[in-house]
């Protein structure tokens, strides 16, 4: 299977002492539709910030490119 690019929606919740955990990743089937289904999900408080990345994966292999951000909102980790 040759290289494909993957758009995941990676939305972070609160721990009970306010700290932020990940939640379980969505794929998504384009920028787009990964941009407009991290919007729902604050606007509908199904997370209190959310990721949107691109990355390019080779899954036949396993291989996967470094993540790129595509969008960053709310209230998500600091990037080190």
């Known amino acids: 299977m040759p290289n494909v690019t993957q758009y995941i929606c ?8 306010g ?7 969505v794929a998504c089937t ?20 959310v990721d949107v ?8 292999v396993g291989e996967y490119g470094e993540p790129e951000f595509l969008a960053r909102l709310g209230r998500v980790p600091a990037l080190d």
């Open 19 to 25: 700290g932020l955990k990940p939640e379980p990743p």
């Open 30 to 49: 384009s920028e787009a539709n990964a941009r407009l289904r991290a919007e729902r999900m604050l606007e509908n408080h199904r997370a209190v910030g």
């Open 53 to 60: 990345v691109r990355q390019d994966a080779d899954p036949a």
């Open 10 to 17: 990676q939305p972070y919740g609160l721990t009970p002492r």
